[in-house]
C-alpha cells in the first residue's frame, strides 16, 4: 500500500498540476513538493523495510492478456530498487524545492511542475518494475519527459531542436532495448525477470544465427540491451544528446540529465546482471564502451566553456566509469558511484544553476570569476561538488571511483588492463576539468565584461545586472541538503553497497573479493593507489593554467589548435551523424515522401481511395432519402435477399 | 410437411369460386335498368347533400380511444370473473394490480384534462 | 415469487409513482426517478445472484441477467442526468415514465428465457422509446423522427414476430432452451427454420441499428431532441444486444451454421455503412448516428462467434460504446443548452471556451475511433480477437481496415475543436452555467474512458464470468 503510494502520488501531482495547476503557480508547486516530498517519506520506510530483508511485492492489475500470457502490471521492491526510489525521491524532492525559486516568474511555471513530477513517476515505475514490459513503459515515460523539459522554453529554436534530438538519438537506443526485449520474450517465453533469469543459463546454449553469423541468444539479447542503455546513459556513440540536453532549465540537468534518468541504463544493466553475467563478450563490449566514454568525454570537458556543458561532459564521463563497473562484473560497485554520483552531480548542477541565475542566465565561465566571496554558500557546496567528483580522499567519489579502479583492475575480460589505464587517465583529467571549473568561476577576477547580454529572456528575477550575489534560500538550501550525502555518502554506502550488503542476491555480488574491508581501511588503503595523486595532479595543473598562469591556456589552445578542434568538436561524432547519418535519412525521407508518398501513397493508394470513400459516402446519403416507403422497402429487399442467400447457401 | 396445408389454397380456391359464381350470377342472370337516383350512393330516399369526408372534431378521437381502451378492459374482466373460481387469490390480486395500473391511467387522463370537452 | 423481480418491480412501481408526481409535483419527477434507479441498482446487486427459471422460463435470472441489469440501471441514470436541463422544459412526468417503462421492458427482456417475455420487453421498451421521441410536440423534426420510427419499428417487430411464430411453428415450444434443443436435434435444419431465423435476426438487427436495417437510425437520432438521442442511443442498444443473445446464442445455438454467416454480412455491411456514411454529415447527431451503425457491426463481430468468450466480447464492447455513447450525447447536449447548435462546424474553438468539455469529446472520440490505451480500443481489440478465433480472419481484417476510415470523421469533430476559429453560434452564445452534477458526472465518464482503458481487467473479467454457463448444453 505505501509503496504503491510512491509512484502514485506523484502521478497525481503532475496531473494537478497539469490541469488546475498551470494558471495557479502556488498551487502547482504546493501539490508537487509535497506530493513528491510524502514519496520520499514512504520510500524511505519502505526501503528501510525491504534493504536487508524479504522483497516487497504489489500487485496492480492485469494489463493485458496476448497468446495466454498476461502481462502484469505491479511493483517489486527489493535492496536495488528500494536505493534507486530513495535517491530517486530525494534528489528529486529537492530539485521540486530549488526550482521553486528558480523557475520563479516562468509563463510554463505550472508545466514546469507538472512535467518534472510526471518524470518523478516515470523513473520511479520504471526502478519498480518487475518485468520488461513496466521497464519499457518507465523508460519511455522518462525519455518523454526528458524531452518534455528539455524543450520546456519551446520559443527557443536551440531548445526544441535539442529536445528532438535527444528524442532521436534515444530513438535508436530504444530500437535495441525493444529487440532485446522482444528477443528475450521470443526466446524465454515471459517478461517478468525472474521468470527470464530463471532460463538465462538456456538461452546462453541457444544459439541463433542470421547472415551466417552465429552467436548465443543471451549475448545478442544482451548486445541489443546495452543498446538502449547507451541511449539513455548517454555512451559512445550515441551520447551526442546529452551535451544539448543542457539547453534545459538547470534544475532538469540535475535531476533528469545527471541524477536519474541518464543512470537508467547503469540500474537496467545492473537488474540483468544475471544475464550479462553469463555472456562475457557483452561485458567486455560493455567495458569498452565505459573506459573510452569515461577518457574521451573527460578530455572534452576540458575545453568546455559553457559551465554547464562542462558538468554535462564531466556527467558523460562519470557514467563511463559506471558502465565500466558494469562491464567489471562489479554491478554493485556501479550502483556505488550511481547513488553517490547523483548526490554531488545533483549538486554540482544545482550549484551551476544558482550561479547561473546571480549572472543573469549567463552561463559562459570566460564572463565569471570571483564569486567565492559574492557567494559563499554556492561556493562552499561545489567544492564539496568537486572533491566528491575527483575522488578526493574521503569524499563520496574517493569510495566509489576507487572501488570501480579495483573492480577493473581485478577483472580479466580481455582489454581489461587496458581499461584500467585509460580510467586511470580520466581520474587526472577529471581533476583538471572539474578544478578549472571551480577556478574560473569562483577564484579570481569578475570578467562580466557584457553586462546587457541577456540573451534568455525568461523571468524577472528582481536582480538588475548589478553584482552578482547569494542566491534565495529555496535555492541554497537544497545545494547544502545535497552538499551532506555528497561527502559522507561515500563513507556511509561503502558497506552496503561498495561490498554489495545490499544489493546480495538481486544483482550479481562477488564473495570475498580483496578489497571486502571496512570503509576506513579501503579508504586508507586507496592512499597508496596512483589514483588520488592523479586526481590531485590534475587539481594542481588546473590551479597553474587558471590560476597563476592564467594565460597558459590561451597559449595552449593556440599552439594545439589541431587538438583542441577534435575535442571541441567531440571528435566529428555531431558531424558524422549530421553529415551522413541524418543526411542520409533525410534523404531517403525525401525519396519516400515525394515519390512513395506523394506519387503512390497519396495519388493512388490514398487518393484513389478517398475518392472511392468519398463516392461511397455521398453514394450511402442518396440512398438515405428520408422517405418512409424507401426504408421500408429497404429492409424488406434486405430481408428477401438474406433469406434467399442464406437458404440457397446453405444447400 | 406442407400436405397437411392443403386444405388452405383448397379453401380459398372454393371460396374465390363461390364468390365468383355468385357475382357472375347475378350479373348474367339480373335485370338492369339503371336511373340517376338508382346510381347515386347511400340509396336512401334523401339527397346526397354534401361531400362524404368531411372532418370530425379531433376530440371525438380522444373520447373515442379512450373509450375503446375502457371498453377492451371489460372484455379482459369478462373471462376473469367467470374463471375466478379456478384461479384463486393469486388471479384476484393480479386482476387488483391490473385495475389499481388502470386507475393510475385514470387519473392521469383525467388530471390532463381529456376527459373535458372543451 | 422470485426475490430476482424486485429489482424489476421497483422500477415498473416507479413509472407508476413518477407519473403521479409528474401530475401534481412535476419538480419531483427527476429526483424520484434518481432515487428509485439508485435503489433498483442496489436491489439489483443485492437480489441478482440468486438465479434460477421461473414459470417455465418466462422469467429466468443468470449471471448473465446480474450484469447487464445493474449496466442498464446505471447507464441509464447518467442518461437521465445529462439531460435534465433539456427535459426541464418539457411536461417532465410523462419523459421520466416513459424513460422508466422502457428501463422496465429492458429489465423484462434482459430476464426473458421465453419467447413471450422476450417480445413482451422489447415492446414495452420500443413503445415507450416511440413515445419519448414525440414528446416534444411542437418540433416537427421530432414528430416525422417519431413517426418514422414508430412505422419502421412496426414492421420490424412485425418480422420478429412472424421469425418467432414459424419458431415456435417449428419447434412447438416458446422456452429457449426447449427450443435450443428441438433445434439441436432436429437433423439437417429445413428451410423453415432458415427463414424463421432470418426474420428474428432481421427484427433484432432493426433494434440494434445494424444495415441494411439502420435506415431509420440517422434520421431518429438526428430528429430526436438530444435529451432522448442521448437515451435511444444508450442502453437499449445494450437491450438489443441481449435480445440477440438471448434469441440466437441461447435458442438457436444449433444452428450457428445458418446465422452465422448472416451476422457476418450484417457485420461487414454495417461497419462499412456507418464508417462511410458518416464522412460528409455536418450534424453532430447524425454523424454519431452512423458511428453507433458501424459500432454495432463491431458488437457483431463478437457475437458472430456463437461462444461464450464472443458473447462476452460482445457485452464489453457493448458496454464499453455506451458509455463512450453517453459521454459524446452528453457533450451534444450540454453545447445544445449552451449554443442552441447541433452543426459540427459550430463546435469550432469549444476548446477554448470550455476545455474541459473539449477534452472530454476528444477523449470520447479517441476511444470511439478506438485509440489505445483508451476504453474503445480494448472493445476493439476484443472483438476482433474473438472473431480472428472463430475463424473470420478476413472479415477482422476489414473491421480493422474500416475503422481505420471511421478514425477519419472523429478526428475531424476533434480538429474542430482544438484547431478552428470559433464561429457565431459559440462565441455568441449567453454564457450557460452548466450545473455542476452534470459537469462531474461527464468528467467521471471522461476518466472512466480512460481508465478502463488503462485497465480493463476487472470489467473484462466480469464480462467473462457473466456469460459463464450463458450457452446451454444442447
Redesign the interface.
Known amino acids: 500500500m505505501m509503496l504503491s503510494l510512491v509512484p502514485l502520488l506523484p502521478l497525481l501531482a503532475a496531473i494537478v498540476a497539469g490541469t488546475v495547476g498551470l494558471k495557479r503557480p502556488a498551487l502547482a508547486h504546493t501539490v508537487t513538493s509535497g506530493a513528491v516530498g510524502f514519496a520520499m517519506v514512504a520510500a524511505l520506510i519502505v526501503s528501510a523495510r525491504v534493504i536487508g530483508g524479504e522483497p516487497m511485492q504489489v500487485s496492480w492489475y492485469d494489463w493485458a492478456f496476448i497468446q495466454g500470457y498476461t502481462m502484469h502490471v505491479g511493483l517489486w521492491l527489493d535492496g536495488l530498487s528500494a536505493l534507486m526510489i530513495s535517491v530517486v525521491t530525494f534528489v528529486s524532492f529537492l530539485v521540486h524545492i530549488y526550482a521553486i525559486g528558480y523557475m520563479k516568474g516562468d509563463p510554463g511555471y505550472g508545466r514546469f511542475f507538472a512535467y518534472i513530477s510526471f518524470f518523478t513517476f516515470g523513473m520511479l515505475m520504471l526502478v519498480l518494475a518487475d518485468g520488461f514490459v513496466q521497464l519499457f513503459f518507465g523508460w519511455e515515460a522518462v525519455g518523454l519527459a526528458s524531452y518534455l523539459l528539455i524543450g520546456f522554453w519551446y520559443t527557443r529554436p536551440s531548445a526544441t531542436a535539442a529536445g528532438l534530438k535527444a528524442f532521436l538519438v534515444n530513438r535508436v537506443g530504444d530500437m535495441g532495448f525493444l529487440l532485446g526485449i522482444a528477443m528475450l520474450f521470443t526466446y524465454a517465453g515471459s517478461l517478468r525477470y525472474s521468470e527470464v533469469f530463471a532460463r538465462a543459463a538456456m538461452l546462453a546454449e541457444t544459439s541463433v544465427g542470421f547472415w551466417g553469423m552465429h552467436g548465443s541468444v543471451l549475448t545478442l539479447s544482451c548486445l541489443l540491451l546495452f543498446v538502449g542503455a547507451m541511449g539513455k546513459s548517454a555512451q559512445l556513440p550515441l551520447q551526442v544528446w546529452l551535451p544539448d540536453s543542457m539547453e534545459g532549465p538547470t534544475p532538469i540537468s540535475a535531476l533528469i540529465h545527471a541524477a536519474t534518468m541518464v543512470t537508467a541504463g547503469i540500474f537496467m544493466v545492473a537488474r540483468l546482471s544475471p544475464l550479462f553475467e553469463l555472456s562475457p563478450v557483452a561485458l567486455t563490449v560493455v567495458l569498452l564502451i565505459g573506459t573510452l566514454t569515461a577518457f574521451l568525454m573527460g578530455l572534452v570537458g576540458v575545453v568546455q566553456t559553457d559551465i554547464k556543458r562542462v558538468i554535462a561532459y564531466s556527467t558523460l564521463s562519470q557514467l563511463g566509469y559506471m558502465t565500466a563497473a558494469l562491464g567489471a562484473s562489479a554491478y554493485s560497485v556501479a550502483i556505488f558511484h550511481l547513488a553517490t554520483h547523483a548526490f554531488f552531480k545533483a549538486l554540482l548542477f544545482l550549484a551551476a544553476g544558482s550561479v547561473i541565475m546571480a549572472m543573469h542566465h549567463e552561463q559562459d565561465m570566460r564572463r565569471m570569476g570571483g564569486l567565492r566571496r559574492l557567494m559563499p554558500i554556492t561556493f562552499w557546496t561545489s567544492l564539496c561538488g568537486a572533491l566528491a567528483l575527483i575522488g578526493f580522499p574521503g569524499f563520496s567519489g574517493f569510495f566509489s571511483k576507487d572501488a570501480i579502479l579495483e573492480a577493473v583492475a581485478e577483472s580479466h575480460l580481455p582489454g581489461a588492463g587496458f581499461a584500467w589505464l585509460l580510467l586511470l587517465l580520466s581520474v587526472f583529467v577529471t581533476g583538471l576539468y572539474t578544478f578549472r571549473l571551480i577556478f574560473m568561476v569562483f577564484f579570481g577576477e569578475l570578467r562580466q565584461q557584457d553586462p546587457g547580454k541577456d540573451h534568455h529572456e525568461h523571468g524577472d528575477h528582481g536582480i538588475h545586472h548589478h553584482a552578482p550575489s547569494e542566491s534565495p534560500m529555496v535555492v541554497w538550501l537544497p545545494l547544502v541538503v545535497l552538499a551532506i550525502p555528497s561527502v559522507l555518502a561515500g563513507f556511509l554506502l561503502w558497506r552496503p553497497l561498495g561490498l554489495g550488503e545490499w544489493l546480495r542476491g538481486v544483482v550479481v555480488t562477488h564473495e570475498g573479493s580483496e578489497h571486502a574491508q571496512g570503509a576506513v581501511a579501503f579508504a586508507l588503503h586507496g592512499l597508496w593507489s596512483p589514483a588520488i595523486y592523479l586526481a590531485m595532479a590534475g587539481a594542481a595543473a588546473a590551479w597553474y593554467a587558471y590560476v597563476a598562469n592564467p594565460s597558459l591556456p590561451e597559449r595552449l589552445r593556440q599552439r594545439m589548435m589541431g587538438v583542441w578542434r577534435i575535442l571541441i568538436n567531440q571528435y566529428g561524432f555531431e558531424a558524422l551523424y549530421s553529415r551522413y547519418a541524418t543526411a542520409a535519412a533525410r534523404g531517403l525521407g525525401l525519396v519516400l515522401w515525394r515519390v512513395v508518398d506523394a506519387g503512390v501513397v497519396d495519388g493512388l493508394v490514398v487518393g484513389g481511395t478517398v475518392g472511392t470513400m468519398g463516392r461511397m459516402g455521398r453514394l450511402l446519403k442518396r440512398l438515405q432519402s428520408g422517405y418512409l416507403y424507401h426504408y421500408a422497402f429497404a429492409m424488406i429487399v434486405a430481408v428477401v435477399l438474406l433469406v434467399t442467400w442464406l437458404d440457397w447457401g446453405g444447400r | 410437411m406442407l400436405a397437411a396445408y392443403l386444405a388452405i389454397p383448397f379453401f380459398l380456391v372454393v371460396a374465390a369460386g363461390i364468390g365468383l359464381f355468385a357475382l357472375a350470377a347475378g350479373f348474367v342472370l339480373g335485370p338492369r335498368r339503371p336511373d340517376p337516383r338508382k346510381a347515386a350512393p347511400y340509396e336512401c330516399g334523401f339527397e346526397a347533400f354534401e361531400d362524404a369526408h368531411m372532418p370530425f372534431d379531433v376530440r371525438y378521437y380522444l373520447v373515442a380511444i379512450l373509450f375503446i381502451l375502457f371498453d377492451l378492459e371489460i372484455t379482459f374482466l369478462f373471462p376473469w370473473a367467470v374463471s375466478l373460481n379456478h384461479i384463486g387469490t393469486a388471479g384476484l390480486l393480479a386482476m387488483v394490480a391490473f385495475l389499481l ?1 388502470l386507475t ?1 391511467g385514470f ?2 387522463e383525467w ?2 384534462g381529456a376527459l373535458e370537452w372543451e | 415469487m422470485p426475490l430476482a423481480m424486485s429489482g424489476l418491480i421497483l422500477v415498473a412501481l416507479a413509472a407508476c409513482a413518477v407519473l403521479l408526481l409528474g401530475l401534481f409535483r412535476p419538480q419531483l419527477a427527476y429526483p424520484a426517478t434518481q432515487v428509485f434507479l439508485a435503489a433498483a441498482v442496489v436491489v439489483e446487486l443485492m437480489t441478482g445472484t440468486s438465479s434460477g427459471h421461473w414459470w417455465g422460463g418466462l422469467f429466468v435470472q443468470d449471471a448473465f441477467a446480474a450484469f447487464i441489469k445493474p449496466v442498464l440501471l446505471v447507464v441509464s441514470m447518467a442518461v437521465f442526468l445529462y439531460g435534465r436541463p433539456m427535459v426541464s422544459r418539457w411536461p417532465q412526468g410523462e419523459y421520466y415514465t416513459l424513460g422508466l417503462l422502457a428501463v422496465a421492458g429492458m429489465l423484462i427482456l434482459t430476464s426473458a428465457g421465453h419467447l413471450l417475455t422476450l417480445f413482451l420487453g422489447l415492446e414495452l421498451m420500443s413503445l415507450a422509446l416511440y413515445a419519448m421521441v414525440a414528446l416534444d410536440r411542437d418540433n416537427d423534426m421530432a414528430s416525422e423522427a417519431a413517426m418514422k420510427y414508430f412505422m419502421l419499428g412496426g414492421l420490424s417487430s412485425g418480422m420478429l414476430l412472424y421469425g418467432f411464430s414459424l419458431l415456435y411453428g417449428i419447434t412447438g415450444t416458446m422456452n429457449l432452451q426447449a427450443m435450443a434443443l428441438a433445434l439441436g436435434g432436429a437433423g439437417a435444419p429445413g428451410s423453415a427454420v432458415v427463414v424463421a431465423l432470418t426474420f428474428a435476426l432481421a427484427g433484432t438487427a432493426f433494434k440494434l441499428g445494424v444495415a441494411p436495417f439502420h435506415m431509420w437510425l440517422p434520421d431518429v437520432y438526428e430528429g430526436s431532441p438530444a435529451a432522448v438521442t442521448l437515451f435511444v442511443g444508450a442502453a437499449p442498444k445494450v437491450a438489443a444486444l441481449v435480445l440477440l443473445a438471448r434469441l440466437v446464442g441461447q435458442g438457436a445455438q444449433a444452428n450457428l451454421a445458418i446465422w452465422q454467416p448472416a451476422l457476418m454480412v450484417l457485420a461487414l455491411v454495417s461497419m462499412a455503412v456507418g464508417s462511410f456514411g458518416a464522412l460528409w454529415q455536418q450534424n453532430i447527431k447524425r454523424l454519431l448516428a452512423y458511428s453507433a451503425i458501424a459500432h454495432m457491426g463491431f458488437v457483431l463481430l463478437g457475437a458472430l462467434a456463437g461462444s461464450e468468450a464472443g458473447y462476452g466480447a460482445s457485452i464489453f464492447y457493448m458496454t464499453s460504446y455506451a458509455v463512450m455513447s453517453t459521454a459524446a450525447f452528453g457533450v451534444v447536449l450540454v453545447v445544445c443548452q449552451m449554443a442552441q447548435t447541433e452543426r459540427i462546424a459550430d463546435y469550432a474553438g469549444l476548446a477554448e471556451r470550455s476545455p474541459w468539455l473539449a477534452a472530454v469529446m476528444m477523449l470520447t472520440m479517441f476511444s470511439l475511433a478506438g485509440v489505445p490505451p483508451l476504453l474503445g480500443f480494448m472493445a476493439k481489440l476484443e472483438v476482433i480477437r474473438a472473431a480472428v478465433g472463430a475463424g473470420a480472419v478476413r472479415l477482422a481484417v476489414l473491421a480493422v481496415l474500416l475503422s481505420v476510415v471511421a478514425a477519419f470523421y472523429y478526428l475531424r469533430v476533434v480538429k474542430v475543436m482544438y484547431m478552428d476559429a470559433p464561429t457565431v453560434a459559440l462565441g455568441r452564445s449567453p454564457d450557460v452555467t452548466v450545473p455542476a452534477d452534470i459537469k462531474l458526472v461527464l468528467g467521471l465518464n471522461g476518466a472512466m474512458i480512460l481508465l478502463l482503458g488503462m485497465m480493463p481487467g476487472h470489467v473484462l473479467h466480469w464480462c467473462q464470468q457473466a456469460l459463464r454457463g450463458f450457452l446451454l448444453p444442447s
Do not use: A, L, N
Open positions: 395500473v393510475i387519473i392521469y388530471r390532463k
